[in-house]
């Protein structure tokens, strides 16, 4: 059996930080001989530090604008990622349709990032395959701890010693 894995990378970052160490990961990934496929929604940021040339494949599947949000987006020169033209309900489908893709396939682990506009992607609820899910910017832990209460004070859901799992 080898010990090269096939990975499927998926992310709806903007540009920045955890676009940058996410570049990092992908490009020690395919370095190391594992093969790196990539699935986005069409918000997702690869003008920064585009992961194309890191991974086999790239697969973007399309999020519909809202017309609403548009109009907000529009009239004021910044605006928080809350209020960018797209619709909710379409990011959440085109993220269950690449959860559907990558459940249909051979890839043996999954690596998410966080999405620009929720943080913790809807992805998260249809994916079926091992994942690893990298949140750079975790919200309030007692927060996370009541949305997810099977997973108190167990180690395997962080990267972290147990000193820091016994704070939460």
Known sequence: MSDKLKIAIFHNLPSG???????GFVKYLSETGHTVDLFIPS??????LPLTDLVREVKVFPVKKSRFRSLVYSTFSYVPAIFKPI???????????????????DYQVVFSEQDQFVMAPYFLK???KPTVFYCQQPPE?????????????????????SSYMSTM
Do not use: C, V
């Open 17 to 23: 930080g955890a676009k940058r160490a996410l570049h």
């Open 87 to 105: 619709s909710f309900r379409h990011l959440e489908e085109s993220q269950k349709k690449i959860a559907e893709t990558i459940n249909n396939s």
């Open 126 to 128: 249809y994916i079926e």
């Open 141 to 161: 832990r007692k927060k996370y701890w009541k949305r997810f209460p099977s997973r108190r004070g167990k180690t395997d859901s962080w990267n972290h010693s």
């Open 43 to 48: 918000t997702a940021d690869e003008d920064f």
